[in-house]
């Protein structure tokens, strides 16, 4: 069971690893993107993060909107609409909500999920963050019953990092990394990448 303070933490863990890895997603984004992956996220979260103080005492409904909200009028690109609807959908599911269990944090997945599909009207296979989203969920779903919660949300971190690696094997069909056509084979997603990064920080905190 997390607490909307674990939830504050959380959002400078998030912060944390989006900025010691701004390079590394930015590079990433060069072959097949325009080069700003990393910088885009990076400015989205420290914006992220400056706003914790008004975010201290409220419920984790309104955290999240808060993120979400702040990530749409920062991030730009492509990323930052749908890291922003993630944000915005998994908020919807936790209104008026302190304290969060996993059953909760299933359901903020499913609904993060489901909006990015909608919002970038993609799939899994098409060489985006879906491709470890969606992978991440579907092997916590298939966990849930009588594991624990860290091995549930390991499962999960597994899941993505498979699917992250799975991307290179993909052809990009939706985004920049489409332009490229057949030429997009063998290039790593960022967004997947960088999904999966702040979904270890997830496992981490709570695992
Ligand atoms: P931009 O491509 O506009 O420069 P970013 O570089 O910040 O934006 O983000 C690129 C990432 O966004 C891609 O690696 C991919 O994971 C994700 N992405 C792009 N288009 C879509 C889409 N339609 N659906 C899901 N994810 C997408
Ligand atoms: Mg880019």
């Known amino acids: 069971m997390a607490t909307t303070a674990d939830l504050l933490a959380l959002l400078e863990d998030m912060n944390a690893i989006i900025q010691e890895n701004k390079n590394y997603l930015t590079e990433l984004d060069m072959p097949i993107g325009d080069s700003d992956h990393g910088i885009n996220l990076a400015r989205g979260f ?26 749409v009028s920062t991030v730009g690109g492509a990323s930052g609409p749908l890291y922003g609807t993630a944000f915005m ?13 996993q059953e909760d944090f299933l359901s903020m997945l499913t609904a993060a999920v ?14 985006t963050m879906l ?3 969606v992978p991440a969920l579907e092997a916590m779903r298939a966990k849930t019953g009588d594991a624990s919660p860290s091995e549930v949300l390991s499962a999960g971190l597994a899941a993505a990092e498979d ?15 489409s332009y490229l056509g057949e030429r997009s084979l063998g290039h790593q997603d960022p967004g997947a990448t960088s999904f999966t990064l702040l979904f270890s920080t997830i496992v981490k905190r709570f695992g």
Do not use: C, W, Y
């Open 114 to 127: 489901d909006g990015v599909k909608l919002r970038g009207k993609a799939t899994t296979g098409e060489q």
């Open 89 to 101: 959908k998994a908020a919807a599911t936790a209104n008026g909500k302190t304290e969060i269990s």
């Open 163 to 177: 699917g992250v690696e799975r991307t290179k094997d993909m052809i990009a069909t939706k985004g920049r990394a």
């Open 46 to 71: 420290q914006a992220v993060v400056d706003k914790l103080p008004a975010m201290e005492g409220k419920d984790a409904g309104f955290i999240l909107k808060t993120v979400g909200m702040t990530l």
């Open 131 to 133: 491709d470890a989203m």
